[in-house]
């Protein structure tokens, strides 16, 4: 008995949603080297599929969304200015580099590839704050 109550209770942590964050961690970062850059090529052979940056951009924010609503904070407004910051220019970034030249032009000016790295840094912090 004291074995099952054991296990329910492992369980039962793992569905925590405030352990969601530490595992989609993995996804967010994962999918945001692809989109800057750092990894080439996602690949699973056995669904015979290639990730792509929209795929990439997809996991990034879905990630991004749901470590945001499992956080302990929950509320933008319970953060301080600067994380508030922080928070918004994550998502930003993603979407700018994607879908607005200009942002990818200007990430590119900053030399290749510091530009996709400061980018890369700045999404990662992002989500740090984001699923304190």
């Known amino acids: 008995m004291s074995y099952q109550r054991r296990l329910s209770d492992v369980a039962g942590d793992y569905m925590n949603m405030r352990s969601l964050p530490a595992m989609l961690s993995v996804a967010f970062v994962a999918a945001s080297l692809y989109q800057f850059g750092g990894i080439t090529t996602v690949e699973l052979p ?3 599929y290639t990730l792509t ?3 990439s951009l997809l996991v990034s924010l879905g990630t991004y969304a749901a470590g945001f609503a499992s956080s ?3 509320r933008f407004e ?3 200015l600067w994380e508030q910051i922080a928070i918004v220019i994550g998502p930003l970034v993603i979407l700018g ?3 607005v030249p ?3 032009d200007f990430l590119l000016s900053l030399g290749d590839p510091l530009g996709m790295q400061l980018a890369f840094v ?3 912090v992002s989500w740090g704050v984001a699923v304190q």
């Open 46 to 48: 056995w669904l015979s």
């Open 53 to 55: 940056t929209q795929h």
């Open 72 to 74: 302990e904070s929950k």
């Open 78 to 80: 319970y953060y301080g």
């Open 97 to 99: 580099n994607e879908f």
């Open 102 to 104: 200009q942002v990818n």
């Open 122 to 124: 700045a999404t990662v």
